[in-house]
């Protein structure tokens, strides 16, 4: 039950009344109405904005409006007053019943309880982690992958059908970095002393075992060959151990991807990205042409030569693209356009991709090329995810000697466990770099968010085990609690809790809309505060804690309480994939 949705409703309900009452010509619109808790509690339960954005289509002032609309919105059985404020906002107060109506559904629909259609199935695809496969993730990745992780949770409990899709850059010059790396760790695994692993390759640790591997496939077999001979079998054993090896690091996060779509994949067989520039071609938006030369900045794909141009700048991007190297390769923006191309075959009208920050000049001409791929039709929304900072005690933490230039993010799994990196990675905004203090997210303090969140949720369950021994003859199963008396919860903090927890759908809906899941992150934080701080008041006050031993109606209204915040967070951490803890250790 959204409480917002439905005072929503019947806001455009009153204006359609008030335009037919006019005699309007043109049905005002509609979707401009926003009905939203207000920014300060003073104000009442619902802020509504529906005078300001119709006056003009109404032909009168915005204050005359609200004056109509208010005095419709006053008739309702659950609402106490409707108020005029500024200019022509309504603040709308509810009567307490309305707010217990919707804990009642909370306990009803369990888990389910907002839960929306707000997607009605539409098929996304969420692209997220990608990491080049050339040795293990570091926390970088790390927070790519569960911001896309949860995100892909969000809109799936929103109603939408989603993909997890992860994009394997299997093919150019990394990989044959890669092959050539770990071709030394084979002639390693045979005996030879190789010394100083040489500048441009890759030196970590973690390559001894594909050498080894190399060693026990091939035995001395590829010592003989020239490169041109070896390179495609080393590559592709080393592809896929590191493959494995990411796939091992994401399941320390619970992350599992449906799709493994692999770049080499587009020009083996039948070229792909061939077939997609002359899609573009037909269609008019490719040119055999000259780039301008770069003010300020160097342009990175800059060549002063006759060549092959998307017209990017007629789908809002700076300059036109190139799609050819000097040597008659395809450029790395033609691949991807033809893997774009590929997911918008496959049914995706919403395209979601997750990149580190370092993306974020390529964001335009990838939304570019989705344009004149989708034909309008198709939306691309990039998420770019910056920077970790890995700290422990405030300091920054020391390279890792497996990775040889970085701690990978299985290190810091093992060290500080899931639900902290998950909790701490989604408890900032992904375009802001993230502070990962490795001591504070183990530290059980109410300065450690995921703890304090975490914590909340075992309070709430210590209660209703302390409630089954103290009351045992007290039902306290959902269908018991579903009728009880919860009219006698009558304390502020009561009140203040069921309203933090009537703003769950409404959230969930406002989240999976913008795409931005640190929204529940922030939601469960705040909820936990309110629990916390009404517990607090309870050790204070004796006359209201959870269980009256000669109250028993109170005790089951107020358990009634218990059962559905635990039930409102619990749902709440499954969306970021953290665990709601029974008891805390």
């Known amino acids: 039950m959204n409480l917002f949705a439905l005072y929503a409703e019947h806001v455009r309900a009153a204006v359609t009344a008030i335009a037919r009452e006019q005699n309007l010509s043109q049905t005002p619109d509609l979707s401009r109405i926003v009905v939203e808790p207000p920014r300060e509690e003073s104000h009442g339960d619902l802020a509504i904005n529906a005078a300001m954005v119709l006056s003009k289509e109404f032909g009168m002032k915005p204050r005359d409006l609200a004056v109509r609309i208010a005095t419709k919105l006053a008739d309702l059985p659950d609402v106490d007053n409707a108020e005029i404020a500024g200019p022509g906002f309504i603040n709308v107060t509810l009567d307490h019943s309305a707010w217990l109506k919707v804990l009642r559904e909370t306990i009803r629909a369990g888990r389910e309880f907002g839960r929306t259609d707000l997607g009605k199935s539409e098929a996304v695809n969420v692209e997220y982690v990608s990491a080049n496969p050339t040795g293990p993730m570091h926390v970088g990745h ?312 975490q914590y909340a949720h075992a309070r709430a369950k210590s209660v209703l085990r302390n409630a089954r021994e103290a009351m045992p003859d007290l039902g306290i199963e959902p269908s018991d609690l579903a009728d009880s008396m919860i009219i006698r919860l009558e304390d502020e903090g009561e009140r203040r809790l069921v309203k933090k927890m009537a703003q769950w759908p409404r959230l969930v809906e406002a989240a999976a809309g913008a795409h931005e899941p640190h929204r529940i992150a922030f939601f469960l934080h705040e909820l936990a505060s309110e629990f916390h701080s009404h517990w607090s008041r309870g050790n204070d006050m004796p006359h209201l804690r959870f269980i009256i031993r000669d109250d028993p109606e109170l005790t089951l209204a107020r358990l009634t309480l218990i059962y559905g915040f635990s039930t409102v967070l619990a749902s709440g951490l499954a969306i970021l994939g953290v665990g709601a803890l029974e008891e805390m250790r």
Not at 410 to 426: S, Y
Request: proline letters at 4%; charged letters at 25%.
């Open 142 to 453: 790390g927070r790519g992958a569960v911001f896309g992780d949860a995100l892909a949770n969000l809109l799936a409990f929103a109603g939408f059908k989603v993909t997890r899709e992860y994009y394997i850059n299997d093919a150019g010059a990394q990989v044959d970095v890669l092959a050539r790396s770990a071709y030394l760790r084979y002639r390693e695994a045979l005996g030879e002393n190789i010394g100083a692993v040489p500048e441009g390759l890759y030196p970590g640790d973690y390559l001894v075992p594909v050498g080894k591997l190399l060693a026990e496939k091939h035995g001395n077999k590829l010592l003989n060959q020239k490169e041109s001979e070896w390179l495609p079998a080393v590559r592709q054993t080393a592809i896929d151990a590191m493959m494995d090896m990411i796939r091992g690091d994401l399941a320390g996060l619970a992350i599992m991807h449906e799709v493994f779509f692999s770049e080499r994949s587009l020009t083996a067989g039948s070229d792909k990205v061939a077939d997609t520039i002359a899609q573009l071609q037909k269609a008019g938006h490719i040119y055999e042409g000259r780039l301008p030369p770069p003010k300020g900045a160097p342009v990175e794909d800059y060549e002063d030569r006759e060549q092959t141009l998307f017209r990017a700048t007629a789908f809002g991007d700076d300059v036109d693209r190139p799609l050819k190297k000097s040597d008659g390769t395809y450029t790395y923006f033609a691949s991807d356009m033809a893997y774009h191309r590929d997911k918008i075959e496959r049914g995706f009208t919403t395209l979601i991709d997750v990149w580190g920050a370092d993306h974020g000049g390529y964001v335009k001409r990838m939304q570019a090329a989705v344009g004149a791929l989708g034909a309008g039709k198709v939306t691309l929304d990039v998420k770019l995810c910056q920077l970790v900072r890995l700290l422990r005690a405030g300091e920054p933490v020391k390279m890792s000697k497996r990775a040889g230039d970085f701690v990978t993010l299985r290190e810091v799994v093992e060290e500080v466990g899931q639900d902290p990196v998950r909790f701490m990675m989604l408890f900032r905004k992904n375009d802001a770099t993230l502070d990962f203090d490795l001591a504070k997210a183990i530290e059980q303090s109410r300065e450690n968010p995921v703890f304090y969140v």
